[in-house]
Structure formats: C-alpha cells, structure tokens
C-alpha cells in the first residue's frame, strides 16, 4: 500500500499535524485546538487575529444575492451586510498563523468566494475547511446547501480541500430533541463516500447523547472522517456528554469548537486548562 505523503500546509492537511508540525500544540489530541467562532466583520476578526485560537471559522453570504452578481461578505443571518468582504478578510487572515473554516449558507456565494481563495492559495499555506449544510437533520427547518452543486464547485477549484458537511439542526428547550438518525448518517456516508479528500462532520453537542451509536458508525466508514462538535448559544448539554463522546471516540477525530462557560470548563476537565 502506497504512503500518501501531504505538504506541510497544503489545505487537506489533517489540522492537527499541521499545528504539531509547526510547534503550535504538544499531542494528537483534537481538544488541543482552540476555535473562534464567528470572526466576521472587522472587530471580530481583528480580535480572532489577536487571540490563541488556531482556527477561525467565518461564514460568507453574497451581497446583493438577489440580482446574481454581488460580493461576497462576511455575515451570518439574519445579518445580510458587514463592514468586511471575504477579500479583505483573506487580507487580513493570510498574514497570520491561523487555519480557516469558511461556513456558506447558500451556493450563490460559493463560487466568487472560490475565485477569491484562488487568487491567494499559494500565500496560505495552512489548514483550509470549506462548510456547507447539505442535508436536513434533527430538528432542522433552514433550507440545505444543494449537495452535489456544492461539491461539484469547491472541488472544481480545489480537489483537495477539506470538506466540512453538516446537516441543518435545530434545538428546543423543554421538549424532546431527536438525535441524528441511521437515515442521517447513512445518506452522508453514502455522499461522502463517492469523495476522496478529508471530510468533518459538524455535530451539535446538545444532540450528541441521542446519536452516539450513530455518529460511531459514521466515523468508522473511513479514516478521512472525523467530528466537529459545536453549540448553539442558546443550546442546553452537560460537559459529561462531551466527557463520554472524549472517552468513545478515537481523540485525534475530534474538535471542539464550543462556547463558554462550557468551553472553559471542559478544558479544565481533561487538564487543558488550570
């Protein structure tokens, strides 16, 4: 079986070899990764810059989306404007440190954004992952990202690239939230399976208890495959269920990008943090 041997830097680059290899974290752990959530319009993404995440996730919408030929920018809904385009966002970004996650929310913005990276792929010589919410999930009522119009566009630039493909969610207080289900997950993994480059799968942490056996599965379908736990702010989980998803799940196939307090406290936990 032949080795497959990837650049330091090069945007399918697992992120925690990557941050290993250039002395940034100390074990294969994906705990060890800290995230900024949300580095959008200028203040933001000034403080992302100057903060000790490792990876910044933004999200893109087209201005103008409506008449077919606006700019992309720098905003998540039911934000439609921002004082930052995505170009002067990768300005910004491409002299610092820090991977990226760009986050879309419909493909009218996908392809100028493509452009846009294109123009600077050779400056950013680090962990690059492109999400999308291509399937309905738990709970979930936004519209999805068209799967294969999606894939067909990132990878027609960037057959590499890391994909991060997620399913809308929703979360409810004081009534019963439905986990990921087999048809979920199996309809992903047949997606997935046809791709070739690493792919992440962002989980909602308050979801995770209801979906173990399932998410299990998923992982266990190819070594290109990991998690990305996030929250939403409202959301309501126990530190334990990330405890429990910490002690199943392999360590190096799991990032946490979470909020605080939970955040603090779960570093703490598993002696990231005194």
Same mark, same amino acid.
């Given at each position: 079986m032949?080795?497959?041997?990837?650049?330091?830097?090069?945007?399918?680059? /697992?992120?925690?070899d990557?941050?290993? /290899?250039?002395? =940034?974290?100390?074990?294969?752990?994906?705990?060890?990764?800290?995230?900024?959530h949300a580095?959008n319009?200028?203040?933001?993404?000034?403080?992302?810059?100057?903060?000790?995440?490792?990876?910044l996730?933004?999200?893109?919408?087209?201005?103008?989306?409506?008449?077919? /030929?606006?700019?992309?920018?720098?905003? &998540?809904?039911?934000e439609?404007?921002?004082?930052n385009?995505?170009?002067?966002?990768? /300005?910004?970004?491409?002299n610092?440190?820090?991977?990226?996650?760009?986050?879309?929310?419909s493909?009218?913005?996908?392809?100028?954004s493509?452009?846009l %990276?294109?123009g600077?792929?050779?400056?950013?010589?680090?962990?690059?992952?492109?999400?999308?919410?291509?399937?309905?999930?738990p709970?979930?009522?936004n519209?999805?990202?068209?799967?294969?119009?999606?894939?067909?566009?990132?990878?027609?630039f960037?057959?590499?690239?890391t994909?991060?493909?997620g399913?809308?969610?929703?979360? &409810?207080? &004081?009534?019963c939230?439905?986990?990921?289900?087999w048809a979920?997950?199996k309809?992903?993994?047949?997606?997935?399976?046809?791709?070739?480059?690493?792919?992440?799968?962002?989980?909602?942490a308050?979801?995770? =208890?209801?979906s173990?056996?399932e %998410?299990?599965?998923?992982? =266990?379908?190819?070594?290109?495959?990991? %998690?990305?736990?996030?929250?939403?702010?409202?959301?309501?989980?126990?530190i334990?269920?990330?405890l429990y998803?910490?002690?199943?799940?392999?360590?190096?196939?799991?990032?946490?990008?979470?909020?605080e307090?939970?955040?603090?406290?779960?570093?703490?936990?598993?002696?990231?943090?005194?």
């Amino acid at each position: 079986m032949t080795a497959i041997i990837i650049d330091i830097g090069a945007w399918s680059e /697992n992120i925690l070899d990557y941050f290993l /290899n250039t002395n =940034q974290i100390k074990t294969k752990d994906g705990a060890e990764i800290i995230w900024y959530h949300a580095a959008n319009n200028k203040s933001q993404m000034k403080e992302a810059i100057q903060s000790a995440a490792h990876m910044l996730e933004a999200d893109i919408l087209l201005c103008g989306e409506e008449e077919g /030929n606006g700019e992309p920018i720098m905003a &998540h809904p039911p934000e439609t404007n921002s004082d930052n385009t995505l170009q002067e966002w990768l /300005n910004e970004i491409v002299n610092t440190k820090k991977g990226i996650k760009l986050d879309f929310k419909s493909l009218a913005a996908v392809q100028p954004s493509m452009r846009l %990276l294109e123009g600077i792929k050779l400056h950013l010589k680090r962990p690059v992952w492109i999400n999308a919410d291509i399937l309905p999930g738990p709970n979930g009522s936004n519209a999805v990202v068209d799967a294969k119009t999606f894939l067909d566009t990132v990878t027609s630039f960037f057959p590499d690239v890391t994909l991060s493909l997620g399913w809308t969610t929703g979360w &409810h207080p &004081h009534q019963c939230n439905k986990g990921y289900s087999w048809a979920m997950v199996k309809e992903m993994a047949e997606i997935c399976g046809a791709l070739t480059q690493p792919v992440t799968f962002p989980v909602r942490a308050s979801l995770l =208890q209801q979906s173990k056996s399932e %998410l299990l599965w998923l992982l =266990q379908k190819s070594n290109r495959y990991s %998690l990305t736990v996030w929250t939403g702010r409202q959301d309501e989980y126990f530190i334990e269920d990330l405890l429990y998803i910490r002690d199943t799940f392999d360590k190096s196939r799991v990032y946490y990008d979470i909020l605080e307090p939970q955040k603090s406290e779960f570093r703490k936990a598993i002696g990231l943090e005194a």
